[in-house]
Each structure stands twice: as C-alpha cells, then as structure tokens.
C-alpha cells in the first residue's frame, strides 16, 4: 500500500511538472492553431487554475465573483436571468496610469477576439482584434457603460449582452475565453502586458469550472 502511494504522488508530481512547463512556454502565434485552445493551455487551466488567479466573492456593489486577472486588474462579474453579464474591470496602482481592456475570445488567442477597453472620452470603447497587435472599431456595443476615478483605482463598468452583433458569444452560464491586456496611453493600443483565462461566469471561481 505503501509503495502504491508513493508511486501516485510521483505520478502526479511528473503531471504538475509538465504542467508548470506548458505555463512558462507560449506557442508563437504563427504556429497557433485557430481553433480550440492548445494542450498546453488546457492543462494550465485545469491543474494550475488555483495558483493562478485569485478567486471570491465580489465586494463591489451590483456584483457577486471576482477574479484577479494579473496583480492590479481584477473582473467582477454578475450573470443574469436574461442572459446578459454584467462585467467590471477594476485597476489599481500602475495599471491605473494607463489603458486596460478585456475581451472575448473565440480560443483564448488575442486574434478574433471582441476588447471592450477605457478611452479618453470616459466610455468604454469597443474592439475587434485582427491580430496581435492590429485593432479595428467594432459595430458592436456594450450597455450601462462607464469609466469612473476613485483615488489610485479606475472602473469600467458595462454589460455584455445577447444578440449584441459581436462575433464572439458570451456565455452566462458555461466557460468563455476571456483575454486582458494593459498599457500607456489613454486610449486601446499596443499593450504593455497581456493574457488569458477561461471562466465560467455560472460557477464563481475558474478553478471550480470543471464541476459546473
């Protein structure tokens, strides 16, 4: 029984291990396939998700999750009856000098993905990623927009909803690919640091996704 034991958790250490791996390498996005996510990342979100994020109950008012994307920028979310999400990006410290967005992903890459990001003019602007790096202004809208200041934090507030024309669905009540992205500037561009998450907006923490 002993022995049993010990080979499981040497099993389970190799499976973290190779895990671990997937997380600090990225595919290049040239060799992406445009589909589902890669294994690497599937891996990531199921094994690694809890030491990843920072999951709980929102202490914003209107919402009832939230999850640290990256140190400084943190989602709250609130799925409804009617099928639409309610989404606030807060920021904080450095991320607050500049612009951040959020967006929907059609397979966790920036490619294809619909943004929703901050704007000089004080609304939420919306975006449709060509590529990395190339952003066109969406047709698309979001409703109950806002961007609003509060000491050292940024909030932009804004509803996702059914039926909105965006290429990419949201769902209320399965997994969606959701990618992030910070920089200088007032306004959506080049990103100074960027990345990924799959949450499930039912459920309240990504790392419960797989028990929904």
Do not use: E
């Amino acid at each position: 029984m002993a022995r049993l034991f010990a080979l499981s958790l040497l099993a389970l250490s190799c499976v973290l291990l190779f895990a671990s791996q997937g997380v600090a390498t990225r595919v290049p996005p040239s060799s992406q396939s445009p589909g589902a996510p890669s294994f690497a990342k599937n891996i990531r979100r199921r094994l690694l998700g809890f030491s990843r994020f920072s999951c709980g109950r929102s202490g914003l008012k209107g919402y009832t999750s939230k999850a640290g994307l990256t140190s400084g920028l943190t989602l709250h979310w609130k799925a409804t009856k009617g099928k639409t999400v309610k989404l606030a990006v807060v920021a904080s410290g450095a991320k607050a000098a500049g612009w951040f967005a959020v967006g929907f992903s059609p397979n966790g890459n920036m490619g294809g993905s619909n943004v929703v990001g901050t704007d000089a003019s004080g609304s939420p602007v919306t975006k449709d990623l060509v590529g990395q790096s190339s952003a066109n202004d969406a047709t698309w809208t979001v409703g109950s927009g806002s961007i609003t200041t509060a000491g050292s934090k940024v909030t932009m507030k804004f509803t996702k909803m059914k039926g909105d024309g965006a290429s990419v669905k949201v769902h209320s009540q399965s997994d969606n690919n959701i990618v992030w992205a910070y920089g200088d500037g007032d306004t959506v561009s080049m990103h100074n640091g960027a990345g990924d998450a799959s949450i499930n907006f039912a459920c309240g923490c990504p790392m419960f996704q797989s028990k929904c």
